[in-house]
């Protein structure tokens, strides 16, 4: 069984910084794609940041320069860094992973989310 277990979330002022983790079980880890994504309340559900197995990193525009999206695969974790948080980054952030393959297809996973909140 699949499981992507978020934490980190939280409460946190203007300017200030959360680091969400996300750990994967089920499946191998390293071999997939793991991206960062958030629901405002009422908004639909944006992709924030990429970490592919190996390659570039994919941030959207909106973060580009304040999150910081790493892989341990040892520990079958993605993070995400977010610095100089603001009150339009409020969501619920979401842990995915996905590949495709020729035999499986796409297989795509999703986290239960957590939610990070920056108010005064």
């Known amino acids: 069984q699949v499981q992507l277990v978020e934490s980190g979330g939280g409460l946190v002022q203007p300017g200030g910084s959360l680091r969400l983790s996300c750990v994967a079980s089920g499946i191998n880890f390293s071999a997939y794609s793991m991206t960062w994504n958030r629901q405002a309340p009422g908004e639909q559900r944006q992709l924030v940041a990429v970490i592919p197995p190996s390659g570039s990193l994919t941030y959207v525009d909106a973060v580009r320069g304040r999150f910081t999206i790493s892989r341990d695969n040892a520990k079958n974790t993605v993070y995400l860094q977010m610095n100089f948080l603001k009150p339009e980054d409020t969501a619920v952030y979401y842990c995915?992973?996905?590949?495709?393959?020729?035999?499986?297809?796409?297989?795509?996973?999703w986290g239960q989310g957590t939610q990070v909140t920056v108010s005064s």
């Open positions: 995915n992973a996905n590949r495709r393959t020729d035999y499986t297809g796409l297989e795509n996973y």
